[in-house]
């Protein structure tokens, strides 16, 4: 039986996992440099631990306990915890709304304005002091951010820190979530039609596929792509995307010494079978990727379970399922690019992904 998303039945409802993975807490200095290439095995029996950074829960915007614009940690145990290497207040810079745009496991984000120019920004706020906080991986977020520079992902602004909260100022996305998206189109068509058109499911995975190939050229794989985490800039039919949440990303060169991550990372639905098998490459992205697909023409995954690890079983078996009644209406080229991109044997790269004919038909 088809499972169409609603809010009850969701794909965006289990968590983001790092398995057997222990962050080092080192304290980062003021340019931010530190090894982004850590990735410690814990004990097997380790249980799941979600991923802390892609919305923040509702916590209080903090003063800064420092008493000017940029100082020093104001104690030896504040030093000890700080993820930048400064302290500083965000309200000499921004005006921070209270009203709260989303919310996840560790903070909050809302919108902010620029007190001299009065543009709007985001700013995500992450508690310190949560345990499931690492600060080397926030160090490691912050750090990717400020180095990528792409149409199709959030652009990075400002960043500040005080004794008990990180803030991240980010570019404003006002469109909202993809997966917000596929909710609405899924429950307004029948079980027969297909969820976005293949025209607009194809300018949305080209953008997509686009950010990544840019990632990818910079050593960077996201390892966490799904509807959750690609957001609309603004409210219009034909808005631009954004991929957001960088707090699984990391720097790997496959070319270049360790061949392979090792590390179970991502959300449940768009993990690959490598990544379970932990031992894959950059293209754990393209995988996601031909997930985020399907579920763009169906509505529902194409690997489904009513836990975590009948999600894996299913993935680890790979019976790719194409049902007359949606696929029957939809061209032989999008199921051709599906099933490239959802090949455990793919070899293909963003660019050539971007060079099937499924883009030159839609």
């Given at each position: 039986m088809t499972a169409h998303i609603t809010k009850d039945y969701?794909?965006?409802t289990a968590f983001n996992m790092v398995l057997d993975e222990i962050m080092t807490e080192e304290?980062?200095?003021?340019?931010?440099?530190?090894?982004?290439?850590?990735?410690?095995?814990?004990?097997?029996?380790?249980?799941?631990?979600a991923d802390c950074y892609a919305t923040?829960?509702?916590?209080?915007?903090?003063?800064?306990?420092?008493?000017?614009?940029?100082?020093?940690?104001?104690?030896?145990?504040a030093a000890a915890m700080s993820i930048t290497g400064k302290f500083s207040d965000i309200e000499y810079k921004?005006?921070?709304h209270s009203q709260v745009l989303g919310t996840g496991f560790h903070g909050s984000v809302r919108e902010c304005t620029d007190l001299i120019t009065g543009k709007r920004y985001a700013v995500k706020t992450v508690r310190k002091s949560d345990p499931g906080v690492k600060h080397g991986s926030l160090a490691r977020e912050i750090m990717l951010l400020q180095e990528i520079n792409h149409e199709s992902i959030l652009q990075f602004v400002d960043v500040f820190e005080d004794e008990n909260y990180v803030h991240i100022v980010t570019e404003l996305c006002q469109g909202g979530e993809l997966f917000d998206k596929i909710v609405e189109k899924a429950n307004k068509n029948d079980s027969s039609n297909a969820c976005f058109a293949e025209g607009e499911a194809a300018r949305i995975i080209a953008q997509v596929l686009k950010a990544v190939s840019y990632m990818h050229e910079c050593g960077i794989v996201h390892r966490d792509l799904k509807p959750e985490n690609i957001l609309f800039e603004t409210k219009d039919e034909d808005s631009p995307l954004k991929i957001i949440d960088f707090g699984l990303a990391r720097k790997h060169y496959g070319d270049l010494g360790e061949p392979y991550m090792k590390t179970i990372a991502g959300t449940p639905y768009y993990i690959s079978p490598e990544v379970l098998r932990k031992r894959y490459d950059r293209s754990c992205d393209l995988w996601a990727i031909g997930v985020v697909a399907?579920?763009?023409?169906?509505?529902y995954p194409p690997f489904n379970g009513d836990?975590?690890?009948?999600?894996q079983q299913a993935i680890r078996k790979g019976d790719l399922?194409?049902?007359?009644?949606?696929?029957?209406r939809l061209s032989k080229d999008s199921r051709d690019f599906i099933k490239m991109l959802l090949d455990s044997d793919n070899t293909c790269e963003a660019d050539d992904a971007l060079r099937h004919a499924w883009f030159a038909r839609a």
């Open positions: 969701s794909i965006g304290v980062i200095d003021n340019s931010m440099a530190m090894n982004t290439n850590v990735d410690c095995n814990s004990p097997r029996d380790q249980p799941p631990v923040p829960l509702a916590v209080p915007i903090s003063p800064c306990t420092s008493t000017s614009e940029e100082s020093s940690p104001a104690s030896p145990d921004y005006h921070v399907y579920i763009l023409l169906t509505g836990t975590d690890f009948d999600i399922i194409f049902e007359r009644k949606v696929w029957s």
